[in-house]
């Protein structure tokens, strides 16, 4: 995606750069594997939008690997660019429902998978998931939105799907940071390339703390009505009132800068990432 109008702009380099990197912890993190992606918004054109060509996350090396698309219908400004995501629609319809949204990413994690398919709420469990609804996060089930014609693969390949699934992060200002996947995965929504990197990481580590604390709840406690006849007297779990929420994700926001210098050493130092933007 390179041009002679990008070469000299220092913070667009950056921004490339810091994109490669952030695939490259994304991947380190077992956020992505040879799928999922990530999104930003052009810095100087709010209508366009970054993303990688169709390879997996962890081997992006280079600005050549990079493709501006249009935000409005997801086709890239240039006609003749590499291949692209399938679910590039995801991105392109939450950067124009949002306008203060900037980056995207897109997940199939394991550890977060059995919170899409068993009604269990998906709810913040430590301060570093404050981001995450109070109340359980929205889960999207694709099988609710197909029309005649659409291919019954689980994959938001049209605006149109896309756009359903941009609704569930909220109306006017987004409501929700996370929005699950029915069998899928989920799709994350941030300010900046750092703020969505950190979030879509401690997703993940919340829905570990969240599995072991109910396994660990379960193991102690028994099932339902185990040790009161008929009566479940097991304790509630604790998870962060609304308020909490509030104050460690404004904690989260201004200490980011933290893990991403961390995370970007630990790429750095693995030898099997390359950033030569």
Not at 200 to 222: P, W
Request: hydrophobic content about 35%.
């Amino acid at each position: 995606m390179a041009t002679s109008t990008t070469t000299d702009d220092a913070q667009l380099r950056q921004l490339l750069r810091d994109f490669i990197s952030a695939c490259h912890i994304l991947h380190h993190h077992r956020v992505l594997d040879a799928f999922g992606h990530l999104s930003v918004r052009h810095p100087r054109y709010a209508d366009r939008f970054i993303m990688s060509r169709y390879i997996a996350p962890g081997t992006i090396s280079s600005e050549r690997d990079l493709i501006e698309y249009w935000v409005d219908d997801a086709e890239p400004v240039n006609p003749s660019a590499s291949k692209g995501y399938t679910e590039r629609c995801i991105h392109s319809e939450i950067l124009k429902r949002f306008k203060d949204v900037h980056a995207v990413v897109h997940s199939h994690a394991e550890a977060v998978m059995p919170y899409t398919i068993s009604g269990v709420p998906f709810r913040p469990c430590s301060h570093m998931a404050g981001f995450l609804s109070s109340t359980s996060c929205p889960v999207f089930d694709i099988g609710d939105h197909y029309e005649a014609g659409d291919r019954k693969d689980m994959l938001v390949r049209n605006t149109r799907l896309g756009g359903v699934l941009a609704s569930y992060f909220g109306e006017g200002e987004p409501a929700h940071s996370v929005v699950l996947m029915r069998g899928h995965g989920f799709t994350v929504q941030g300010s900046s390339i750092m703020d969505v990197v950190l979030r879509a990481v401690y997703t993940l580590q919340n829905a570990s703390v969240q599995t072991t604390a109910l396994l660990t709840q379960a193991a102690y406690f028994g099932g339902p009505g185990v040790r009161s006849g008929g009566i479940d007297e097991r304790p509630e779990m604790h998870y962060l009132t609304q308020e909490e929420t509030e104050a460690t994700t404004e904690m989260s926001r201004r200490s980011a800068g933290r893990p991403w210098r961390l995370w970007l050493r630990e790429v750095e130092a693995t030898g099997m990432y390359v950033n030569a933007a």
